[in-house]
C-alpha cells in the first residue's frame, strides 16, 4: 500500500474535517534545566523503570527546534496540530507564572496562528510537577485546585491564541498505570490508590473546565479520554460478566462522571478502601458540559474470568504493532459507534491514533508500509463510524514525529517522522508523505 484512500463520499474528505499531528511536552521537549523537575524525572532517575534506561532531558530537542519542527508541521500541510504544556515549565514552585516557559509556548502558539495552524493545547500530559507529588500528587485532593490555578494563569496569558483546550489527556494513564499497577510515574502501586487518584484527576477536569469557561469562552474545551475496548474470550457468562467489569474499571470509570455524573455501577462491589473520596457537589463540578471529546484509540483487549482477581487480560495474538498491541481496526468503529448509542456526546476529535513499528532507515528513506496500512484501515474505520450516525469533527496522528514513549523510553517509534537522535535530524516517513497526500487532496 502507498496511499491513504477513503471513500469519496466521506465527510472526512471534506475541507471541514480537521486533520492534525500530536505531541506532548515531555515526549519531545528536553530543555529540561529550564523547568522545574517532574514525576517523569523521577521515574526515569529510579533504575529498572524505563526499557533502555534513558530519560527526557533532551528528547526531540524541540525546546530549541520548536520553529523547524513548526516547518515540519506546516510541510505536511495539516489543519491542526495539538500540542501539550509543561505544568513545571510554565509555573514556579510559589505558584506564579515563570515568564521564560510562557514566552516558550506563547511564540509557539503565535507562530501557528501565523500559519493558520489551529492549535489544540492540551493543559496535562502527565508532567505532575515533583514538588507536588511530593506533597501526595494526585492522592491529594489539593492538587486538583493546584491544578485550576495553574489553568487559570496560564489561559489567561494565552489570551486568544488558541483553538481548543483539553484539560487532560487520558487520566485512565495517570491514575491506572501510575497510581495503581505502577509502571508509569509516580510507580505507586496499589488498589487502594488508583480510584483515588482517579476522582481527583477528574475533579482537576471539573474545576479546569470552570476556569475556562470563564477565561476562554470561544475556545472547544474539552478533555481527552483513551479507550481500549474490551472483549469477551468466549460466551461463558462468567467470562462476559468478568469482561464487562473490566470495561467499568478501565474505560467508562472516565467517561460516565463526565457524562452522566455518576461511577459505574461497580463501584458499590469494591471494597471500601479502594473507594475514591467523593466530596458533596463533586460530581456536579466534573460532568458539567464539555463542547467536545476527545477520544484516543490504538486497540482491543480480550478477556476472561479469573479464579481470585474479577478479571484477567489475555495476551493477543494476530498482527500486532512494535508495542504487542492487536490491530483490529473494526473495533475501532465500534468503540465510536457504541460510546454513541450508550451516551448524548459532544461532537467527537480523534485525538490520537497510530502505531508503533521496526522502522528501518533506508537512503533517506522509511519505507514503513505497516504504519500506512494501519492508518488506512483506521481511517477508515473512523469513515464507517460517521456512516452509522457518529460525529467526528476531526483527527490526529499519533505522533509527529519518534519520541520519548514513557516506560518504553526511545525504543518504540509512533511517529510520521523519523527522529535520528544523535542528529536531531527529522525525515517524513512514506506514511507521513501519504498523510500529507490525504490532507491536499481533499
Known sequence: MTKISLP????????????????????????????????????????????????????????NNWKQDIDLIESLGVDAYRLSISWPRVITKSGELNPEGVKFYTDILDELKKRNIKAFVTLYHWDLPQHLEDEGGWLNRETAYAFAHYVDLITFAFGDRVHSYATLNEPFCSAFLGYEIGIHAPGKVGKQYGRKAAHHLLLAHGLAMTVLKQNSPTTLNGIVLNFTPCYSISEDADDIAATAFADDYLNQWYMKPIMDGTYPAIIEQLPSAHLPDIHDGDMAIISQSIDYLGINFYTRQFYKAHPTEIYEPIEPTGPLTDMGWEIYPKSFTELLVTLNNTYTLPPIFITENGAAMPDSYNNGEINDVDRLDYYNSHLNAVHNATEQGVRIDGYFAWSLMDNFEWAEGYLKRFGIVYVDYSTQQRTIKNSGLAYKALISNR
Open 8 to 63: 469519496t463520499c466521506s465527510p472526512l474528505l471534506t475541507k471541514e474535517f480537521i486533520y492534525g499531528v500530536a505531541t506532548a511536552s515531555f515526549q519531545i521537549e528536553g530543555g529540561s534545566t529550564h523547568r522545574l523537575p517532574c514525576i517523569w524525572d523521577t521515574f526515569c532517575d529510579t533504575p529498572g523503570k524505563i526499557a533502555d534506561n534513558s530519560n527526557g532531558h533532551v528528547a526531540c530537542d524541540h525546546y
